[in-house]
């Protein structure tokens, strides 16, 4: 039993484990600022909820970071690529203006501008996403593909710590003592744990493969066969060909590629519905922040916390589509916890519940899910190929989910309806795992060794 558990942990015990946690704190720090705890700051100054559903829309730069993702993958930036190296320069870079951004949206007032709020909340989440891009291709460059389960869940945990227990519980804590405005200020140097992990780790190694160094030196040759493509226009035009059109012309080789992209869509979904009017939901119960807080952050995260190293170790057991069959069943059901807590009302036992199961689940199938994205990527074009696949399965969560407040609006307030629902929604893109299981269970593993 006890060399079980060792052989299950050991992925965890190795040191890069570590900065992937740091740089997860990072990515996750900004997400309540602009998702849950802003919805919760709109509604105590009685915004409808409609308009926070809206909201959700001036989250879209994580929906199509895959756009300058390219940028990312090729571009020099003066001063910080020679210094610091392809990954990590952009990774300063990014954190530096992402820090500037809180401390604007810090200094925005709801009550007076809410056009303002809206356009400050898309730059903070412009830069976030940008970050994100350079931090998921750290990830994958930096590991073997049989540690991306590890390294998917050693990213997340850091994520929830930075996003659910320091920005979203730390926040609803620092909003409680000294207001919202203050908060958002102080929580603008949290990013600064990012910083230090990036200016203490390695740069990663860059190691295409054989066959896509031919398949891009045998294009190269190709554009500058063709007349007036000598020089200076040939040179960009092959830039312009390895940058943007060699990603996704390789994605687009492999067997079964848009079944997978509408997979990748459909697959969060219904619980994007919920975490998008969780926090209005909890307020609406009569929950104080504070209790919020204790319970959906805290017990919530310690919850998350135990689901993602599960589902790391899950991923290392059943492989990543069976994880994600699994991850997903369980995670659609304790949708079905929260209508219990809506029919129950302002029942602090209930809500410790629906908020525990729906975390621990949650925790496992994100694990999954971003260690088949990973999986997925060829390592030559980790940033565009990672962002394309995390943009899509952020086009449920965001464009989506927008719909919300006006889905619970126009159920009457019927709560426990719109979390049955939810579950539903969750449960329909299952039917679309067992297809592709069917037909190229194998696949990913491929993908992974490229």
Request: proline share 4%; charged share 15%; aromatic share 12%.
């Amino acid at each position: 039993m006890i060399a079980a558990l060792e052989r299950l942990a050991r992925p965890y015990m190795d040191r890069r484990m570590v900065t992937l946690v740091a740089l997860g704190f990072a990515s996750g720090l900004p997400a309540p600022l602009v998702f849950g705890n802003l919805g919760i700051w709109l509604r105590d100054l009685d915004v409808s909820r409609t308009e926070i559903g809206l909201f959700a829309l001036a989250t879209t730069p994580y929906a199509i970071n895959f756009l300058w993702a390219p940028l990312i993958d090729r571009l020099r930036l003066p001063f910080f690529t020679a210094r610091f190296g392809r990954r990590r320069g952009w990774a300063l870079f990014s954190q530096l203006l992402l820090i500037a951004a809180i401390v604007m949206l810090s200094r925005m007032d709801p009550a007076a501008n809410l056009s303002g709020v809206a356009l400050a909340v898309v730059f903070v989440t412009f830069i976030s996403a940008t970050q994100d891009v350079v931090i998921d291709a750290y990830r994958i460059d930096i590991l073997e593909p049989d540690k991306y389960g590890a390294g998917s869940a050693a990213a997340i945990w850091g994520w929830h710590l930075g996003g659910t227990l320091v920005g979203g519980a730390g926040g609803l804590y620092l909003a409680a003592a000294y207001g919202w405005n203050n908060a958002y200020l102080i929580l603008a140097a949290g990013v600064l744990v990012g910083v230090a992990a990036v200016l203490l780790s390695p740069e990663p190694r860059y190691r295409p493969s054989e066959e896509t160094l031919r398949i891009e030196f045998a294009a190269a040759a190709a554009i500058r066969a063709r007349p007036g493509f000598g020089g200076a226009l040939g040179s960009a035009a092959i830039w312009l060909h390895h940058a943007v059109v060699a990603p996704f012309a390789d994605f687009m080789r492999r067997r079964g590629w848009l079944l997978i992209l509408v997979f990748i869509v459909v697959f969060k979904f219904g619980d994007a519905l919920l975490g998008r009017m969780s926090g209005v939901f909890y307020r609406e119960l009569g929950f104080e922040l504070t209790e919020i807080a204790d319970v959906a952050k805290v017990f919530g995260l310690a919850a998350n916390v135990i689901g993602i190293l599960l589902g790391g170790m899950l991923v290392a057991r059943l492989g990543f589509l069976r994880s994600l069959l699994v991850a997903g069943i369980l995670s659609a059901a304790t949708n079905l916890t929260y209508s219990w807590l809506a029919l129950s009302g302002n029942d602090m036992t209930v809500f410790t519940i629906a908020v525990i199961a729906d975390n621990l689940t949650g925790g496992l199938a994100v694990v999954a899910f971003v260690a088949y994205l990973s999986s997925l990527c060829n390592v030559a074009y980790t940033a565009t190929q990672y962002a394309l696949l995390a943009s899509l399965g952020n086009l449920g969560r965001i464009w989506l989910s927008a719909t919300s407040g006006w889905m619970v609006d126009s159920l009457g307030g019927n709560w426990a309806l719109f979390f049955a629902l939810t579950a539903l929604i969750a449960f329909a893109a299952l039917p679309l795992l067992l297809v592709m299981m069917r037909m190229f269970p194998e696949q990913p593993q491929k993908a992974a060794a490229q």
